[in-house]
């Protein structure tokens, strides 16, 4: 299977792990990890040729590298994990030449799901049970 982060995603939980250790928020260390994080994570799209798109996740993977690695001078250990623990799905669609920024079949349910609940005014409990079938069928193969 493959996996994606969401690039969106990415960048913007950042910020409570930069809280959860300890940095002040729109410092300037706040600020440079930030720009640094949303700069890698922007992926230039129309690129067709197999070997630039190759060199460019090489050079985006090198400078996460460096940003982890500042974190841990930092001291940020959070920042430093989630970031280390994200790098392996980080750049999966643009390698595979997919459309799409994040191929997450969660993400996809969501916007419907949330949809039915506040125009359709679905319970809650049933949202729920709609979106256990959903994702039974995508991950388990389930078909109701």
Same mark, same amino acid.
């Given at each position: 299977?493959?996996? =994606?982060?969401?690039?969106?995603?990415?960048?913007?939980?950042?910020?409570?792990?930069?809280?959860?250790?300890? &940095?002040?928020? @729109?410092?300037? $260390? %706040?600020?440079? #990890?930030?720009? =640094?994080?949303?700069?890698?994570?922007?992926?230039?799209?129309?690129?067709?040729?197999?070997?630039?798109?190759?060199?460019?996740?090489?050079?985006?993977?090198?400078?996460?590298? =460096?940003?982890?690695?500042?974190?841990? @001078?930092?001291? %940020?250990?959070?920042? $430093? /994990?989630?970031?280390?623990?994200? #790098?392996?799905?980080?750049?999966? #669609?643009? *390698?595979?030449?997919?459309?799409?920024?994040?191929?997450?079949? &969660?993400? @996809?349910?969501?916007?419907?799901?949330?949809?039915?609940?506040?125009?359709?005014?679905?319970? *809650?409990?049933?949202?729920?049970?709609? /979106?256990?079938?959903?994702?039974?069928?995508?991950?388990?193969?389930?078909?109701?």
């Amino acid at each position: 299977m493959i996996v =994606q982060r969401c690039l969106w995603h990415i960048p913007h939980q950042f910020k409570w792990y930069l809280w959860n250790d300890g &940095v002040r928020r @729109r410092s300037k $260390a %706040w600020l440079d #990890a930030l720009a =640094q994080l949303l700069d890698i994570c922007a992926i230039r799209s129309l690129v067709e040729d197999q070997k630039v798109i190759a060199r460019m996740v090489a050079l985006k993977r090198q400078r996460l590298e =460096q940003l982890i690695e500042q974190c841990r @001078r930092q001291g %940020w250990s959070s920042c $430093a /994990t989630y970031l280390e623990n994200a #790098a392996s799905d980080m750049f999966t #669609a643009v *390698l595979h030449r997919l459309e799409g920024r994040t191929v997450s079949l &969660v993400e @996809r349910v969501m916007r419907t799901i949330n949809l039915r609940i506040n125009v359709g005014k679905w319970s *809650l409990s049933g949202a729920l049970n709609a /979106t256990k079938v959903r994702l039974a069928y995508y991950y388990n193969g389930f078909d109701a």
